[in-house]
Nanobody, 114 residues
Framework: QVQFVESGGGLVQPGGSLRLSCVISGSFDSRLAMAWYRQAPGEQRDYVASVTVHGGANYADSVWGRFTISRDNAKNTVYLQMNSLRPEDTAVYYC????????WGQGTQVTVSS
């Protein structure tokens, strides 16, 4: 019953910014940590960032210092602020609960290109 709807992706130039949103619906335990993942064509789905119910955050080395994950439990929404975007950030971005995966949503496409 849990569903994730990602949005906010698009085409941006290198160095640009995007803010992704993940709206959670269904019987989701808001005490669970949430995370963002990404998958480029022909590649595996990689971890990007995670946030606990208390707001504590962790990041993959590849995005450290550039991305910020946050959540609004009252709105059942997780955010990913992406700054200083690089072409290698191009991927479909997904959200889910790390370690206790629910069905994946459709993701949102982020393309960084000049």
């Amino acid at each position: 019953q849990v569903q994730f709807v990602e949005s906010g992706g698009g085409l941006v130039q290198p160095g640009g910014s995007l803010r992704l949103s993940c709206v959670i619906s269904g019987s989701f335990d808001s005490r669970l940590a949430m995370a963002w993942y990404r998958q480029a064509p022909g590649e595996q789905r990689d971890y990007v960032a995670s946030v606990t119910v208390h707001g504590g955050a962790n990041y993959a080395d590849s995005v450290w210092g550039r991305f910020t994950i946050s959540r609004d439990n009252a709105k059942n929404t997780v955010y990913l602020q992406m700054n200083s975007l690089r072409p290698e950030d191009t991927a479909v971005y997904y959200c889910n609960a790390p370690g206790d995966y629910y069905p994946w949503g459709q993701g949102t496409q982020v393309t960084v290109s000049s």
